[in-house]
T-cell receptor
């Protein structure tokens, strides 16, 4: 079955500390993976994506993610968190259905709080 | 700003009513997706259209329907509304071409409250 799991519902880090948000997926084909961020009352903003090639991908706002096929993981990282990073983060997997058909499935999200 | 627009931003209506949510995709994007975000179900895919034709269906109730018009904007129609339909409804678009084909860009959402 296809699924995305984000094990951590809520994480609190201090400003300036490093961050890692976990994501595991289950998919029987080549995964196309994404991280999105949602600030309160806002839509979803695409942070970064993995299609193929380099397993370490860079995104916007200083975020990066590492794809590990052996662990079925796509963890999001940031070396130094800023107060403005407080938001909810969603890992997503594209389910390709052939041709121009497909959709994203999402994890339940991880809410990030940042302590001053 | 993703380039995807949705109207209205907020909608409050009563049970049993019908509403229409509107979405305009990014310029050049042929594919439109609708997602529902609720506290208990999280983000769920509802339906996809590509260049005016329905392409994929997810957990969309029979009371819900959608269409994509020749100018590529899309509407999601929700009828016989129930309290449980209260949620944030997102539209997303993608162009399904090139290396960015699977990237989806989301609108700001329509918050529906059914009372």
């Amino acid at each position: 079955a296809q699924s995305v799991t984000q094990p951590d519902i809520h994480i609190t880090v201090s400003e300036g500390a490093s961050l890692e948000l976990r994501c595991n997926y289950s998919y029987g084909a080549t995964p196309y993976l994404f991280w999105y961020v949602q600030s309160p009352g806002q839509g979803l903003q695409l942070l970064l994506k993995y299609f193929s090639g380099d397993t370490l991908v860079q995104g916007i706002k200083g975020f990066e993610a590492e794809f590990k096929r052996s662990q079925s993981s796509f963890n999001l990282r940031k070396p130094s968190v800023h107060w403005s990073d407080a938001a909810e983060y969603f890992c997503a997997l594209f389910i390709f259905r052939g041709g121009s058909q497909g959709n994203l499935i999402f994890g339940k999200g991880t809410k990030l709080s940042v302590k001053p | 700003d993703s380039g995807v627009t949705q109207t209205p931003k907020h909608l409050i209506t009563a049970t049993g009513q019908r509403v229409t949510l509107r979405c305009s995709p990014r310029s050049g994007d042929l594919s439109v997706y609708w997602y529902q975000q609720s506290l208990d179900q999280g983000l769920q895919f509802l339906i996809q259209y590509y260049n005016g034709e329905e392409r994929a269906k997810g957990n969309i109730l029979e009371r819900f329907s959608a269409q994509q018009f020749p100018d590529l904007h899309s509407e999601l129609n929700l009828s016989s509304l129930e309290l449980g339909d209260s949620a944030l409804y997102f539209c997303a678009s993608s162009n399904f071409t090139g290396t960015a084909r699977y990237e989806q860009y989301f609108g700001p959402g329509t918050r529906l409250t059914v009372t």
